[in-house]
């Protein structure tokens, strides 16, 4: 049987969701995917007048579609746990995931910007689905992750005008990230001449989309997160790793820790190791 190309497994798709068979629908938007990106030219375009949120790409296209699915409140049964191989498919493009786990996006700021999209769009998805099982932090850390990578895009930020059907279409998802995630920043406490950041409070104010494409803010709530304990690197995030002494300290990465335990944390947690 001669393999199917992503229009056809699309065409397919479109039928299985008119006569209300969903799981195939979902399945074969899956292999569509999979198929253009291993197979095929993976700019090449829907064809047809679409609406300035949808993206041209046909890859793009079915990848909105794909995803819309899982942006759905989990009641509705579309869940990791319902759905695992299109789950997997869209944490594979976690916004955190690099090129050499997409070598067919090498070779051009092009193609590199359309694994951005796709990293974007499922960076907003796995951060509603995180919220639907209650994992706050998680949440909150896929829509910054999310918006960290449409930083490089001032069309997908709307600090530009937005040129293409694509930039519209992420731009529409970064400003649900942003709705969903205000960071509220502020300066790290000093304490004793040791770093004792205090805990910053992130509001998120959770939106979905609704059938017809308008948003539904749903209820706010809050995250915990924790600044960086090295004086002078000023992140602050959620999911941050203690120093194992003294278990007080926050350090955004491995680096900084290093770094401020020459400086001066190596003093001060075995002064607070022996209190």
């Known amino acids: 049987m001669a393999r199917q190309s992503g229009i056809m497994l699309y065409n397919e798709a479109y039928d299985h969701f008119a006569a209300g068979r969903i ?67 869209i944490y594979a493009y976690r916004p955190t995931s690099t090129l050499s786990s997409h070598p067919n996006f ?39 992750e999310s918006l960290d990578a449409a930083a490089a895009y001032p069309t997908f930020t709307g600090e530009s005008t937005p040129e293409t059907n694509l930039d519209c279409a992420v731009a ?28 910053e409070v992130l509001e998120l104010r959770n939106s979905r989309v609704a059938e017809d494409g308008t ?17 002078g690197c000023g992140k602050r995030g959620v999911g941050y790793k203690r120093c194992g002494g003294c278990k007080q300290v926050t350090y955004c990465g491995a680096e900084c820790q290093k770094l401020d335990w020459k400086a001066k944390h190596k003093t001060a947690c075995r002064l607070q190791a022996k209190e």
């Open 23 to 89: 799981r195939e629908t979902i399945d074969c938007y899956r292999r569509a995917v999979i198929q253009i990106v291993a197979n095929e030219n993976i700019h090449q375009q829907v064809g047809n007048q679409l609406p300035p949120t949808h993206a041209s790409e046909l890859l793009v296209f079915i990848w909105q579609n794909m995803v819309s699915f899982f942006n759905r409140s989990a009641h509705e049964g579309f869940t990791q746990e319902n759905y695992p191989e299109a789950y997997e498919l």
């Open 106 to 144: 090498k070779g051009s700021p092009a193609k590199l910007k359309l694994l951005k999209a796709m990293q974007i769009i499922a960076g907003l998805t796995l951060g509603l689905m995180a919220w639907e099982k209650g994992d706050r932090p998680t949440a909150a850390k896929r829509y910054k």
């Open 172 to 199: 529409f998802n970064v400003k649900q990230m942003k709705d969903n995630l205000a960071i509220l920043v502020s300066r790290d406490a000093l304490l004793a001449g040791e770093h004792s950041g205090r805990k």
């Open 215 to 231: 948003l539904e803010p749903q209820n706010t709530f809050t995250v915990s997160t924790d600044p960086c304990g090295r004086e």
